[in-house]
């Protein structure tokens, strides 16, 4: 039982080139999410996807998009990279849990993909 | 508008020391609240998570946090500091809105001096 991977764990990347960012989870969790952690502001929603077939925007989605490829793939993708997309990004999944009367969601984070952008 | 508040960027704190690291919340709702932790070059790690009843709760590690709701706060609290407890640790709130969204604090971080 991997959890949540991530590929790449860094990358480098020039001004308008594009890549993608791969995640993938073996929890059969319905819900999936992409972040980026920058320096002094925690970690930032970018995409969501509550469940397979559905895909939402987060705090931060401009220059990015997201693709939720079937229940366990969540990929993000930069169509041309910006100096201010370096950061640290974080691909997480959740179940619903709780008791009676009672439902959160419980994220598990995966190991992060550090990109910077030239 | 949800937001999460962790007023200490960095705290200092020796070996065997108690710690308490600060994190308030602004939420309509009874919130779910988490703290997490982050090794360095590491993901996220869940410590511990309240959603209802007992408003102390335990988490791993030794940790426990305290609900108070009058306070609009969750604070952390070890009572002897590990040097393996160096790490950067977050504060997040869960709306319970259906929207599964998580709201993070912008964390802090703890340094242990040996």
């Known amino acids: 039982n991997a959890g949540v991977t991530q590929t790449p764990k860094f990358q480098v990347l020039k001004t308008g080139q594009s890549m993608t960012l791969q995640c993938a989870q073996d929890?059969?969790?319905?819900?999936m999410y992409w972040y980026r952690q920058d320096p002094g502001m925690g970690l930032r929603l970018i995409y969501y996807?509550?469940?397979?077939?559905?895909?939402d925007k987060g705090e931060v989605p401009n220059g990015y998009n997201v693709s939720r490829l079937n229940k366990r793939e969540f990929s993000l993708r930069l169509e041309s990279a910006a100096p201010s997309q370096t950061s640290v990004y974080f691909c997480?999944?959740?179940?619903?849990?709780?008791?009676?009367?009672?439902?959160?969601?419980?994220?598990?984070f995966g190991p992060g993909t550090r990109l910077t952008v030239l | 508008a949800q937001s999460v508040t962790q007023p200490d960027i960095h705290i200092t704190v020796s070996e065997g020391a108690s710690l308490e690291l600060r994190c308030n919340y602004s939420?309509?709702?009874?919130?779910?609240l988490f703290w997490y932790v982050q090794s360095p070059g590491q993901g996220l790690q869940l410590l511990l998570k309240?959603?209802?009843?007992?408003?102390l709760v335990q988490g791993i590690k030794g940790f426990e946090a305290e609900f108070k709701r009058s306070q609009s706060s969750f604070n952390l609290r070890k009572p002897s500091v590990h040097w393996s407890d160096a790490a950067e640790y977050f504060c997040?709130?869960?709306?319970?809105?259906?929207?599964?969204?998580?709201?993070f604090g912008t964390g802090t971080r703890l340094k242990v001096l040996a």
């Open positions: 997480a999944s959740s179940i619903l849990s709780g008791g009676e009367g009672a439902s959160y969601n419980e994220q598990f």
């Open positions: 929890m059969n969790h319905n819900s």
């Open positions: 996807s509550a469940s397979e077939g559905t895909t």
């Open positions: 939420y309509g709702a009874t919130p779910y």
């Open positions: 309240y959603f209802s009843g007992d408003t």
């Open positions: 997040a709130v869960a709306t319970t809105s259906g929207t599964y969204k998580y709201i």
